[in-house]
């Protein structure tokens, strides 16, 4: 099974720390994806990666950026966290363009609350 | 992508099979439909997708009606641990927009002892 991992399940975190969320998953895929979902709202995508060091905005960048260095590891870095940044945070990936489209595998999820 | 409409709740006794039904009555030919869960505090979980034949895995089956305008989710003897909120999803399989997954309301499904 794929396996998708986030560092941490709960964060608290004061306004204006700059935070890191890690993800990393195990089976060579090759997109990933940072989402957050809030009541009302879905899911909402931040960045996404496509390869190894490339990166793209999703519909909501601002406030937040990414690296990935390693085709499995994607972070999310809050610069300033501030507390409309509470949310939960997803982390998912799939295979490449070129391999049959079996759907995104998610992580569990961190919930990060800015205080 | 298409938009996607689901009733906002169902009901289930433990045992008995979960029919879920989406519409999707704007699906284009390229598009296919998908079905993820979320169990609560956890991250959404893929089930099964398909483009236009029904399909079949371990956890679920799909049923795709022949004009595509709908479709049912069917868990053939749900459990309690099924009890969460299920997305049906209508998108292009990779193209320019991979990476916007749309989630709507769902369907909030308990299943009852």
């Known amino acids: 099974d794929v396996k998708v991992t986030q560092s941490s399940r709960y964060l608290v975190k004061r306004t204006g720390e700059k935070v890191f969320l890690e993800c990393v998953q195990d089976m060579d895929h090759e997109n990933m994806f940072w989402y957050r979902q809030d009541p009302g709202l879905g899911l909402r995508l931040i960045y996404f990666s496509y390869d190894v060091k490339m990166k793209e905005k999703g519909d909501i960048p601002e406030g937040y950026s990414v690296s990935r260095e390693k085709k499995e590891r994607f972070s999310l870095i809050l610069e300033s966290a501030s507390t409309n940044q509470t949310s939960m945070y997803l982390c998912?990936?799939?295979?490449?363009?070129?391999?049959?489209?079996?759907?995104?595998?998610f992580g569990s999820g961190t919930r990060l609350t800015v205080v | 992508d298409a938009k996607t409409t689901q009733p906002p709740s169902m009901d289930c006794a433990e045992g008995r099979a979960a029919n879920l039904p989406c519409n999707h009555s704007t699906i284009s030919g390229n598009e296919y439909v998908y079905w993820y869960r979320q169990i609560h505090s956890q991250g959404p979980q893929y089930i099964i997708h398909?483009?236009?034949n029904n399909e079949t895995n371990e956890m679920a089956s799909l049923i795709i009606t022949e004009d595509r305008k709908s479709s049912t989710l069917i868990l053939p003897h749900a459990t309690l641990r099924d009890t969460a909120v299920y997305y049906c999803i209508v998108r292009v399989a990779g193209g320019t927009s991979y990476g916007k997954l749309t989630f709507g309301q769902g369907t909030i499904l308990t299943v009852h002892p």
């Open positions: 398909g483009l236009k």
């Open positions: 998912a990936s799939r295979p490449g363009q070129g391999i049959p489209n079996y759907g995104y595998t």
